[in-house]
């Protein structure tokens, strides 16, 4: 069995700071990480690769530096990793980095047939969770979102039996591979790797796949002028006007403070109050 | 992250600007999702939001309506009706019974290719992200995730779709400039749910999916329900007690768990307090968790990081306690106790309960 | 008589969540050997006031608490216990712990 | 198959990345582990970098390297409780290439000079945690870490494991470190805009200020307060013996907060985003505290062999150059064909003794103690001092030479002359 797993390098959006004047964002300090969502995706796959035997390829679209994601994805137990990155790329929107990871992916299956892609749900620095469906539909696989486990796969058959989750329920779903799954947060928890992964990460050298390389002929289906959509302004949320009122009281306390908080709350909104009330049956 | 050239971009070898087969896209449209023979309440919200765009641009604002035959799907058409919408484009056929993404991204772009809306919403549902996924790609259109407000450049009769970025430290304003229709997926919670108005009626326009099971590959063998599996449902909870880091020990959660008993409230937490395991991920608040728009919104030791707050900053009435009086978080909450949280939270149960009882005697 | 500056309570916790941690659970690092020696035979409880994380507490029983989610990986409770010698300290996990941005 | 290279070096910071540079470039297999996710990503400086040491090294440093700001400017600051007397010493020749002084992000730092150790040819592991040595008899023969697998061997081990240097310690190499031999440091990092820095301190381009501070602000214990300019941060700290905060029941970070709510100290702090904060101890018990350096197989380098030279606040240079002799003195055993046994590994503290290093250790071995046992030092003196200033400076009708001999009455109220000479002697002694 041969997984891609689809990974991104980003920002650890929690360390974001945006300069107050100017609304730019200051990267000094933010570190690069992998996507988050992105390691419930490996680890599954490498569990299954563990259970079914197999390859697993660590695929990513991004800057030379985006090199250190997929070394980490190595040091975890994935086998190959490879890096397509080409200035042609820049500006890419969802669809156009779903086209070169697409195309990517066709490349990777010349060399080994591919049986599943894994993706994380989305990432934590675009969160838009539309490559992992784009992926699909361009390379003609099966679609599986939100999938919180992988309950069996049949070789022989091609068939793979998962968990879905939906809006008001999970649902079990039963598909043929080749299919691109992406895997909900809280699936797994990845592993702690061997010192003869970290070794082999550090010494592995990744594939380094341009434009070209990656199977790209037509420029103009990447990068800026493969985005059908263009971000016209970013801004910083506006601040409420006004702010919280402080419950106060002599003494500071608590009992007094929860009472009077009460009281004020309740002549304010007396809908509110009306919305308790019904709890006291 | 681009800044916006203002070139118009070329697509492929065809188009060089907005070409007259675009421009015959016209209207807006609401994917109405269901799912066992209830609406999703985001679908409303959009009908309330779409309602509004369609009004500024002079068109007709149409719901989706997908889904096997019979009297409830039909019956989503009106609901539809009663909340904006001047017609429906109904598909019924019995392989749309649960959703899969195969016969449903089929039908949705088999729609849009012939009746050629300009603008497309869908929920930021799991169902909705995975089939405006699908349908962008297919018909090589522009999508915008995970939107919180929505605009048209009435010029360019171009949709402006406005989402939280970096982690909601930003908002980016996004435009699909020379495709049709544009995509947006808009969280759940954030616009506000229209009055309806059952006077209201419209036009169903009935189309067929054409397509055989033995055509989609994906089947469902079973669903599990929630309900069964006791999972919070967070994002519509009228009342929300909510913890962060200021709760400083995992066992201190109690104090919430018995203020959300008092209330029959739901439990929310922050990033770092899900991650650190003291409570269920389901229950993050914030911008990689739920968006909730509770009457009542409690938060105690919650700093009110941009994170958290673009989750939860829409509810109607939050009441925050803190111990640090320069906490963000009584930048945005109407009403503020500046303590610990540890002390406060059991004695805050013991005046909602008393409340309670007061109410009950006199009810 | 000198002028005392006024300083407001200092929350640690609040200084804290300015720093980025992969907080390894289930798996502290540090921890009491014989708590009977903190509650019945150490007088100053040290680690309780120069800990700079706060990760140590005093319990109105007498006891000594540790929880290592927020240290900062100093050494100080450590050393500081050095005439009991009643602290088990070990680095965490590879990768795990405290990640300063800046040092 | 267990793996084995020439030389282990535990710990990438500054004096293990020295000691695994030099190794690499004399071709030696390296492997250099790290426990932090990255280098620096568990490493805690004020920070100031001294160029010397890392010039000798690497002497294209500046070309690449992530410095902040170069020092102009060095103030010196006595604080009581709400004023301080200051020396500022400001000089253009400060201003002339190449710099000697710069603030730096130790974080940013670590992971660019590790960048030249990999490109060099040693192999870096990180998140990685050193768990124990592996020892055949009392000889190093490699390290045990925390992953399966873990074992790993090489003919020497170099130990630039930091201040808590636990692996020496487990392997009975040296004793716990005591409370009097450590200073704590606690330190925020402020965020503002860079014309802001600017303005504040009355610079521009990459021009930094240093400000070092003792005073009413450590509360009578032994130890000092500094701020540094970045580029767009300020780094803000106070460090004190930690016996010190153990015999007096303070808290660090209760002492780090009232320094910065001090009227010389909050305006400069003024519109900053506080975006980390951070501790760590600091080895300063001086050259009677220095540990073992060496054994069959294995060297200590850096804060883990306690090289501090605690009065002139010099850390990193020396953690830099005590790695490069380490270094040094196992390629030159190399070369000669001859073993990592203790015998010869004495060659490195030969080498040590001989450099600045030992010398300038050497030279303040005494501070301490003068320091430990003679309190007034951080104590009264501070106090006089402002109190003199103040006589002096205001303005009162009170004639110049009725307020020196009221400042010579305050002075002895509180030492007595004898006391005052006794003290100036001291100094004197410790400092020679």
């Given at each position: 069995m041969h997984i891609v797993v689809c990974i991104k390098q980003v920002p650890d959006s929690a360390q974001i700071r945006v300069h107050p004047v100017t609304n730019t964002i200051m990267r000094q300090g933010v570190p690069a990480i992998v996507n988050p969502y992105d390691l419930f995706a490996l680890e599954e796959a490498l569990k299954l690769k563990d259970k079914y035997g197999g390859r697993v390829t660590v695929l990513t679209m991004g800057p030379p530096m985006a090199e250190a994601a997929l070394r980490k994805a190595i040091s975890y137990g994935a086998d190959d990793a490879v890096l397509v990155t080409d200035r042609a790329f820049a500006g890419s929107d969802t669809l156009a980095t779903s086209c070169a990871l697409a195309s990517a992916i066709t490349q990777i299956h010349k060399d080994m047939p591919v049986d599943l892609v894994f993706t994380g749900k989305q990432t934590i620095d675009g969160d838009t969770a539309q490559v992992g469906p784009g992926i699909a539909k361009r390379l003609n696989m099966q679609l599986l979102t939100y999938v919180s486990k992988v309950r069996s796969v049949d070789l022989e058959n091609h068939e793979i039996t998962v968990e879905r989750r939906s809006e008001g329920g999970v649902q079990l779903l039963k598909t043929s591979t080749p299919s691109l799954i992406t895997v909900l947060e809280g699936t797994n928890e990845m592993r702690f790797a061997t010192m003869t992964n970290m070794f082999r990460a550090s010494r592995y050298q990744i594939k380094v796949w341009n434009r070209e390389q990656a199977g790209i002929e037509d420029v103009t289906s990447v990068g800026l002028k493969g985005s059908p959509t263009v971000v016209s302004k970013v801004f910083a949320p506006t601040p409420r006007a006004v702010k919280a009122e402080i419950i106060q009281c002599v003494g500071d306390d608590p009992k007094e403070l929860s009472v009077t908080l009460l009281a004020k709350v309740f002549a304010k909104y007396p809908k509110l109050e009306k919305e308790i009330a019904k709890r006291a049956v | 992250m681009s800044e916006a050239p203002e070139v118009k971009k070329p697509m492929g070898k065809k188009r060089i600007e907005l070409d007259d087969r675009l421009k015959a896209y016209k209207g807006v449209w609401v994917f109405v999702e269901h799912e066992r023979g209830k609406i999703h309440p985001v679908s409303l919200e959009l009908l309330g939001e779409g309602r509004k765009l369609a009004d500024s641009l002079g068109v007709e604002l149409a719901g989706v309506v997908m889904g096997l035959p019979g009297e409830v799907t039909r019956s989503f058409c009106h609901e539809a009706f009663f909340h904006g919408a001047d017609l429906c484009y109904l598909m019924e056929d019995a392989l749309l019974t649960d959703y899969r993404n195969e016969p449903f991204t089929k039908g949705l772009t088999d729609l849009v290719n012939k009746y050629q809306p300009e603008i497309l919403l869908l929920g930021a549902t799991t169902l909705g992200r995975d089939l405006a996924g699908s349908v962008a790609t297919t018909l090589k259109t522009g999508l915008t995730a995970d939107c919180t407000e929505l605009n048209v450049d009435l010029d360019a009769r171009s949709l402006l779709a406005t989402r939280p970025t970096f982690g909601g430290s930003l908002l980016c304003t996004i435009q699909t400039l020379n495709y049709r229709p544009q995509m947006a997926t808009v969280r759940p919670r954030v616009m506000p749910m229209p009055d309806a108005d059952t006077a209201r009626t419209g036009r169903i326009i009935e189309d067929t999916l054409g397509m055989f099971e033995k055509d989609i590959i994906t089947k469902v063998l079973e669903f599990i329900p929630d309900a069964m599996q006791d999972k919070p449902q967070l994002p519509f909870a009228d009342i929300i007690i909510s913890g962060g880091r200021g709760m400083k020990k995992p066992e201190n959660f109690k104090l919430i768990w018995d203020l959300a008993k008092v209330l029959g409230a739901e439990v929310g937490a922050t990033r770092p307090v899900c991650q650190a395991g003291w409570v269920d991920l389901e229950r993050q608040v914030g911008q990689s968790g739920k968006t909730v728009r509770p009457k009542l919104y409690i938060a105690a030791g919650i700093s009110g990081a941009i994170q958290h707050r673009v989750g939860m900053d829409a509810s109607d009435v939050i009441i925050a306690i803190n111990s640090d009086p320069n906490a963000p978080i009584f930048d945005f909450a109407h009403y503020g106790i500046v303590g610990n949280a540890m002390t406060i939270l059991p004695m805050l149960t013991e005046a909602f309960r008393a409340h309670l009882a007061t109410a009950r005697k006199a009810g | 008589m000198s002028v005392v500056v006024k300083v407001p309570a200092v929350k640690v916790e609040e200084k804290l969540f300015q720093n980025r941690y992969k907080v390894d659970s289930g798996r502290p690092h540090i921890s009491i050997i014989d708590e009977d020696k903190c509650r019945n035979h150490?007088?100053?409880?040290?680690?309780?006031?120069?800990?700079?994380?706060?990760?140590?507490?005093?319990?109105?029983?007498?006891?000594?608490?540790?929880?290592?989610?927020?240290?900062?990986?100093?050494?100080?409770?450590?050393?500081?216990?050095?005439?009991?010698?009643?602290?088990?300290?070990?680095?965490?996990?590879?990768?795990?712990?405290?990640?300063?941005?800046?040092? | 198959m267990s793996e084995k290279f020439d030389v282990i070096v535990v710990g990438a910071g500054p004096s293990g990345n020295a000691a695994a540079l030099r190794l690499a470039e004399a071709g030696l297999s390296v492997l250099q582990i790290e426990r932090g996710e990255s280098p620096g990503s568990k490493n805690v400086q004020g920070a100031i970098l001294y160029s010397d040491a890392l010039e000798k090294l690497i002497p294209d440093f500046r070309d690449d390297a992530p410095l902040e700001r170069h020092v102009i400017e060095q103030r010196m600051w006595v604080l009581d409780d709400n004023s301080f007397v200051g020396s500022h010493y400001r000089s253009d020749s400060f201003n002339k290439e190449p710099y000697n002084r710069y603030t730096m992000i130790r974080a940013q730092f670590d992971k660019w000079f590790s960048e030249r150790v990999q490109k060099a040819g040693a192999l870096l592991i990180c998140e990685t945690t050193v768990s124990h040595l592996l020892l055949d008899g009392q000889r190093v023969i490699g390290v045990m870490t925390d992953r399966q697998g873990g074992e790993i061997y090489a003919d020497a081990v170099i130990l630039a494991d930091g201040v808590n240097s636990l692996l020496a310690k487990k392997a009975g190499f040296h004793p716990e470190l005591k409370p009097k031999n450590v200073a704590l440091a606690v330190k925020e990092i402020h965020f503002m805009p860079q014309e802001m820095i600017e303005q504040r301190f009355g610079v521009k381009g990459d021009e930094g200020v240093v400000i070092e501070m003792v005073g009413k602000i450590t509360k009578g214990m032994m130890g000092t307060g500094f701020l540094y300019t970045n580029r767009e941060s300020i780094a803000i700290g106070v460090g004190c013996m930690l016996s010190d905060f153990k015999n007096q029941k303070i808290t660090p970070y209760e002492l780090l907060e009232q320094m910065k709510a001090h009227p010389s100290i909050q305006p400069m702090l003024e519109g900053g985003e506080m975006k980390e904060y951070t501790a760590h101890l600091i080895p300063e018990g001086g050259f009677n505290a220095i540990p073992n350096l060496y054994g069959d197989g294995w060297m200590i380098v850096g804060d883990a062999g306690m090289f501090v030279n605690a009065v002139h606040r010099e850390g990193s240079n020396l953690a830099m150059t005590t790695g490069m002799h380490a270094a040094d003195t196992l390629i030159e055993l190399r070369s000669e064909g001859k073993e990592f046994t203790s015998a010869n590994l004495k060659r490195y503290k030969a080498r040590l003794d001989e450099s600045f290093v030992m010398k300038d250790m050497k030279k303040y071995k005494n501070m301490p103690d003068v320091f430990h046992t003679n309190p007034q030092f951080f104590n009264d003196y501070p106090d006089l001092i402002s109190q003199a200033a103040r006589t002096m400076l205001t303005v009162d009708g009170v004639d110049k030479k009725t307020k020196e001999k009221e400042i010579r009455k305050s002075f002895r109220q509180r030492r007595s002359l004898f006391g005052l000479m006794g003290d100036a002697f001291k100094l004197w002694r410790a400092f020679e």
């Open positions: - | - | 150490c007088e100053a409880q040290a680690c309780t006031v120069c800990c700079p994380a706060a990760c140590w507490t005093a319990e109105a029983n007498g006891q000594v608490t540790v929880i290592s989610d927020g240290c900062l990986e100093c050494g100080t409770c450590r050393i500081v216990c050095d005439e009991h010698r009643n602290v088990a300290w070990e680095y965490p996990r590879g990768g795990y712990g405290i990640l300063f941005k800046f040092g | -």
